[in-house]
Nanobody
Framework: QVQLVESGGGLVQAGGSLRLSCAASGRTFSRYIMGWFRQSPGKERDLVASIRWIGGTPSYGDPVKGRFTISRDNAKSTLYLQMNSLKPEDTAVYYC????????????WGQGTQVTVSS
């Protein structure tokens, strides 16, 4: 069973940076796609960025392009989200998720980590 544990959230001023981490275990992830999602109160959960565990090109949602970078350390089985030039509208709970290549939906989720950006 896939287990995903996020860390690295917190409070930061607008313009600042944070790096989120997601420790993954329970599977060999070579045929998985990993994603970062976020959800703020009253809004749907949106895909922020995704990347194949092996190879592939990262993809980003329009609101974060040029500011966020998704990456992974295969040796540590850890997924990262580097967030720069943070804005108050980036405030949300951020979730790490995984799905097998070819699967329609993400079916494994972490517990989430809160990111709050003050103006």
């Amino acid at each position: 069973q896939v287990q995903l544990v996020e860390s690295g959230g917190g409070l930061v001023q607008a313009g600042g940076s944070l790096r989120l981490s997601c420790a993954a275990s329970g599977r060999t992830f070579s045929r998985y796609i990993m994603g970062w999602f976020r959800q703020s109160p009253g809004k749907e959960r949106d895909l922020v960025a995704s990347i194949r565990w092996i190879g592939g090109t990262p993809s980003y949602g329009d609101p974060v392009k040029g500011r966020f970078t998704i990456s992974r350390d295969n040796a540590k089985s850890t997924l990262y989200l580097q967030m720069n030039s943070l804005k108050p509208e980036d405030t949300a709970v951020y979730y790490c998720a995984a799905r097998r290549v070819g699967a329609a939906q993400y079916d494994s989720w972490g517990q989430g980590t809160q990111v709050t950006v003050s103006s």
